[in-house]
């Protein structure tokens, strides 16, 4: 059975404090691991499909890397706009579904 | 402008009263699904459908049942709704996740059954 975890649960971080989000996942031949964002009562919007180990992925501040076990989303001087909460997905070849983490909560204060 | 289309987006019920949440896409998407979201377990997936006529149950499908007549509409409907499918729903569509294109997700119905 695929599974994600998604570490840390919540993180808050001073405006321009860069750091990472971890996605640890279990799948059974990776298609392809997504990262989205969530806004407080809005749906995921999709930000990067990321497909084998040390492919990497930019858009604005945000960078997401990938190996064979985890990915990271890492975030440089995050600005009070990029609050949300972050999840990560994979799907398994052959598989029509994405099974999702958790999710972690980023608070950037200014 | 592209988008995923749910109604309603709040909607309070009782149990048994049987109800239907519409999603609609107008980005002429092959695949959609819908998908419950509640605290500590995150997205899990209803149903999908790849193309009309074609659905398949997800990780969670009991109470729930799905139709896919056109390509644009995918309602879900519950029967019976008990007060444990009080939760988040999100409808979402892609154009062909074999390529890995994301899913396009609507903004939600917060269904409560009381």
């Known amino acids: 059975e695929d599974q994600v975890t998604q570490s840390p649960e919540a993180l808050r971080l001073q405006e321009g404090e860069s750091s990472s989000l971890n996605c640890s996942y279990t799948?059974?031949?990776?298609?392809?691991l997504f990262w989205y964002r969530q806004d407080p009562g809005k749906g995921p919007e999709f930000l990067f499909t990321?497909?084998?180990a040390g492919e990497e992925k930019e858009k604005e501040r945000l960078k997401a890397t990938l190996t064979k076990k985890e990915s990271f989303l890492h975030i440089t001087a995050p600005k009070p706009e990029d609050s949300a909460t972050y999840l990560c997905?994979?799907?398994?070849?052959?598989?029509?579904?994405?099974?999702f983490g958790t999710g972690t909560r980023l608070t950037i204060i200014p | 402008e592209a988008q995923v289309t749910q109604n309603p987006r709040y909607l309070i019920t009782v149990t048994g009263k049987k109800l239907t949440v519409t999603c609609s896409q107008n980005?002429?998407?092959?695949?959609m699904s819908w998908y419950r979201q509640d605290p500590g377990l995150g997205l899990r997936q209803i149903y999908y459908?790849?193309?009309?006529?074609?659905?398949d149950k997800g990780d969670v499908p009991e109470g729930y049942k799905v139709s896919r007549k056109e390509k644009r509409n995918f309602p879900l409907i519950l029967e019976s709704p008990s007060p444990n499918q009080t939760s988040l729903y999100f409808c979402?569509?892609?154009?062909?996740?074999?390529?890995?294109?994301?899913?396009?997700f609507g903004s939600g119905t917060r269904l409560t059954v009381v």
């Open positions: 979402a569509s892609s154009l062909d996740l074999t390529r890995g294109n994301g899913y396009t």
């Open positions: 799948v059974s031949g990776l298609r392809g």
């Open positions: 990321l497909y084998s």
């Open positions: 997905a994979v799907q398994a070849f052959g598989n029509e579904k994405l099974t």
């Open positions: 980005m002429n998407h092959e695949y």
């Open positions: 459908s790849m193309n009309v006529e074609v659905t």
